[in-house]
């Protein structure tokens, strides 16, 4: 199959993309629809040939009896030996779902009913701190026990009508300390957000916002709540069982958004809008497990990744938001798609003899238009494009605001594809020079083009849309890990650093020696060292 594809990527070797537009039915044909969605992918350089062969690798690689697997609970997280189930998390009728035998749903409804009660109980002042009402919130947690919630909370703020919510994550205290800065302790619930409640960071951040919180409020762990696996831990911190929120170790920390995780995002847009985040994702979840390969979304999405990655060598993604809401799109996608498919080892052991997963990056349009897109459009590699874009935004008063950001994305994807050639460019320059200066002027505006994008529109981001992006793009993320064979589930390449740095602890502190340390980190610990002194 692959070898299939390497061949099929040899022939596009001088075919333009602008060129496959001969074909007047291919903006249709290489373009899916779902709900309101669409998804156009007719500017890369994939051609009937290309797709059916991508279809069949995805055949081929079992991603159908994968699917059905994930969500029948079955342990496809096999290094861990665990089920993947976040998407019972949003299964909001309730339908059983087995893990081991047993029905996981009637619990994870349970407490999503006492998350909404909470939720409420803060939100309507019903709960409160010991100086009234909740005004703030703080979610003390780092990678999937944060990257979800604060780019969701910011993603949906014109639904933000609860307390504010801040985030803090970095052990750097420059995070903890700018955030409490200005806070009324006697008002602010802190939510200690830790699937295993031992990382480092969230602990030391918890600890010491329960001293800041001690300075003012004479019960501090009263104003805690705690959003945990690890329920046996939470009670050592301090934080009663009627403000702990337990999930199971089949909702991995990247794709835990949808439940207790979500907790403050859930008392920022009120217990409806997160229902209608869930049930966005929820409907992906039935597209995704219903729709033809080459009308599905995740799939499609999978395919194109697939091609311009390993196929065709484009060592990263972009991905750019032309909604300025999904600012934090791009950060929680890398640790979504880098966390889950940034593997050398395939499921069973053996070596990959293909690339794992790109390099995700990106920034809302359009401000990287005037930073990075140079790069895009005429550096020497080619960086494959993903644009989203809403066809309306939320300030009908600044509509006109709202056409010069989609006429940009647009024009942003055309460019990329069409290019400028050197006639094209003399043309543009021919009044102003001449000779062999214009020649020179003019090759630094040629624009290569025939560079790939893909461009999802939807309606407005609404919840519910929010939610149907983020389950595509977890879908995505699980389609490409099946057709590369390797588990998308676990993260053992987190484990050293954090080893490490707990060694380096003592030594940082000047308690240890660095004896036995290589040079370069001896040289490091003997600056820190003269530096103190
Ligand atoms: O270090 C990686 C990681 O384990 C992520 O997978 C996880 O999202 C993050 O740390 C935070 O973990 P926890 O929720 O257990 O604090």
Same mark, same amino acid.
């Given at each position: 199959?692959?070898?299939?594809l390497?061949?099929?990527?040899?022939?596009?070797?001088?075919?333009?993309?602008?060129?496959?537009?001969?074909?007047p039915g291919?903006?249709?044909?290489?373009?899916a629809?779902f709900?309101h969605f669409?998804?156009?992918?007719?500017?890369t350089?994939?051609?009937?040939?290309?797709?059916a062969?991508?279809?069949?690798?995805?055949?081929?690689?079992?991603?159908?009896?994968?699917?059905?697997?994930?969500?029948?609970?079955?342990?496809?997280?096999?290094?861990?030996?665990?089920?993947?189930?976040?998407?019972?998390?949003?299964?909001?009728?309730?339908?059983?779902?087995?893990v081991?035998?047993?029905?996981?749903m009637?619990?994870?409804?349970?407490?999503?009913?006492?998350?909404?009660?909470f939720?409420?109980e803060?939100?309507d002042?019903?709960?409160t701190?010991?100086?009234?009402?909740?005004?703030?919130?703080?979610?003390?947690g780092?990678?999937?026990?944060?990257?979800?919630?604060v780019m969701?909370?910011?993603?949906?703020?014109?639904?933000?009508?609860?307390p504010?919510v801040?985030?803090?994550?970095?052990?750097?205290?420059?995070d903890i300390?700018d955030?409490?800065?200005?806070?009324?302790?006697?008002t602010?619930?802190?939510?200690?957000?830790?699937?295993?409640f031992t990382?480092?960071?969230t602990?030391?951040n918890?600890?010491?916002a329960?001293?800041?919180?001690?300075?003012?409020?004479?019960?501090?762990?009263a104003q805690?709540?705690?959003?945990?696996?690890?329920?046996?831990?939470?009670?050592?911190?301090?934080?009663?069982?009627e403000?702990?929120?337990g999930?199971?170790?089949?909702?991995?920390?990247?794709y835990?958004?949808w439940?207790?995780?979500?907790?403050?995002?859930?008392?920022?847009?009120?217990?409806?809008? @997160?229902?209608?985040?869930l049930?966005?994702?929820?409907?992906?979840?039935r597209?995704?497990?219903?729709?033809e390969?080459?009308?599905?979304?995740?799939?499609?999405?999978?395919l194109?990744?697939i091609?311009?990655?390993?196929v065709?060598g484009?060592?990263?993604r972009a991905?750019l938001?032309?909604d300025?809401r999904l600012?934090?799109?791009p950060?929680y996608?890398?640790?979504?798609e880098?966390?889950?498919?940034?593997?050398?080892?395939a499921?069973?052991?053996?070596?990959?003899?293909?690339?794992?997963?790109?390099?995700?990056?990106?920034?809302?349009?359009?401000?990287?238009?005037?930073?990075?897109?140079q790069l895009?459009?005429?550096?020497?590699?080619?960086v494959?494009?993903e644009f989203?874009?809403?066809?309306?935004?939320?300030?009908?008063?600044?509509?006109?605001?709202?056409?010069l950001?989609?006429?940009?994305?647009?024009?942003?994807?055309?460019?990329?594809?069409?290019?400028r050639s050197?006639?094209e460019?003399?043309?543009?320059?021919k009044?102003?020079?001449?000779?062999?200066?214009?020649?020179?002027?003019?090759?630094?505006?040629v @624009?290569?083009?025939?560079?790939?994008?893909t461009t999802l529109?939807?309606?407005?981001?609404t919840?519910?849309?929010?939610g149907?992006?983020?389950a595509?793009?977890?879908?995505r993320? @699980?389609?490409?890990?099946v057709?590369?064979?390797?588990n998308s589930?676990?993260?053992?390449g987190?484990?050293?650093?954090?080893?490490?740095?707990?060694?380096?602890?003592?030594i940082?502190?000047?308690?240890e020696s660095?004896?036995?340390?290589?040079?370069?980190?001896?040289?490091?610990?003997?600056y820190?060292?003269?530096?103190?002194?």
């Amino acid at each position: 199959m692959w070898s299939t594809l390497k061949s099929l990527a040899a022939d596009t070797e001088g075919r333009k993309i602008i060129d496959l537009f001969e074909n007047p039915g291919r903006a249709a044909e290489f373009s899916a629809t779902f709900d309101h969605f669409l998804f156009d992918f007719s500017k890369t350089n994939i051609d009937d040939t290309a797709l059916a062969a991508l279809l069949d690798l995805a055949e081929n690689a079992g991603v159908a009896q994968k699917r059905e697997a994930m969500f029948a609970g079955r342990k496809i997280n096999e290094t861990e030996g665990r089920a993947v189930l976040h998407t019972a998390l949003r299964n909001l009728d309730g339908a059983p779902v087995n893990v081991d035998g047993v029905d996981v749903m009637p619990e994870v409804l349970d407490t999503l009913a006492r998350m909404e009660s909470f939720a409420t109980e803060v939100r309507d002042g019903t709960f409160t701190g010991q100086g009234g009402a909740i005004t703030d919130v703080v979610n003390i947690g780092i990678g999937g026990s944060d990257l979800g919630p604060v780019m969701a909370y910011r993603a949906l703020s014109p639904y933000a009508d609860g307390p504010r919510v801040h985030y803090v994550s970095n052990v750097d205290g420059a995070d903890i300390a700018d955030t409490l800065r200005g806070l009324d302790a006697t008002t602010t619930l802190v939510i200690v957000a830790s699937k295993t409640f031992t990382t480092i960071e969230t602990m030391t951040n918890a600890r010491t916002a329960r001293a800041w919180m001690s300075d003012k409020v004479s019960d501090p762990a009263a104003q805690f709540a705690a959003l945990s696996s690890a329920t046996d831990k939470t009670g050592d911190f301090g934080i009663a069982s009627e403000r702990v929120f337990g999930f199971e170790d089949w909702v991995g920390g990247r794709y835990s958004v949808w439940g207790p995780i979500g907790l403050s995002l859930m008392i920022g847009i009120g217990a409806e809008a @997160f229902r209608a985040f869930l049930r966005g994702g929820q409907s992906m979840d039935r597209h995704f497990q219903t729709a033809e390969f080459a009308e599905n979304l995740p799939v499609l999405l999978a395919l194109v990744g697939i091609w311009h990655n390993q196929v065709l060598g484009h060592a990263t993604r972009a991905v750019l938001p032309y909604d300025n809401r999904l600012v934090r799109l791009p950060a929680y996608l890398q640790q979504l798609e880098m966390e889950s498919n940034g593997k050398s080892v395939a499921m069973d052991g053996t070596t990959l003899d293909y690339h794992s997963g790109p390099v995700v990056w990106g920034e809302p349009g359009t401000n990287g238009q005037h930073a990075f897109y140079q790069l895009i459009h005429q550096g020497t590699r080619v960086v494959p494009c993903e644009f989203l874009v809403a066809a309306e935004g939320h300030e009908p008063d600044l509509a006109h605001h709202h056409q010069l950001l989609i006429a940009n994305c647009l024009a942003q994807s055309e460019a990329l594809m069409r290019g400028r050639s050197l006639d094209e460019a003399r043309e543009k320059v021919k009044d102003a020079f001449e000779g062999e200066e214009l020649e020179r002027q003019a090759r630094h505006r040629v @624009f290569p083009g025939n560079r790939p994008s893909t461009t999802l529109i939807y309606p407005k981001l609404t919840p519910e849309v929010l939610g149907q992006i983020v389950a595509l793009y977890e879908h995505r993320v @699980f389609v490409e890990g099946v057709i590369l064979g390797i588990n998308s589930y676990d993260q053992w390449g987190v484990e050293l650093g954090k080893e490490l740095a707990t060694a380096l602890g003592p030594i940082v502190a000047g308690e240890e020696s660095a004896e036995g340390k290589d040079g370069s980190t001896r040289q490091l610990v003997d600056y820190l060292r003269r530096h103190r002194a």
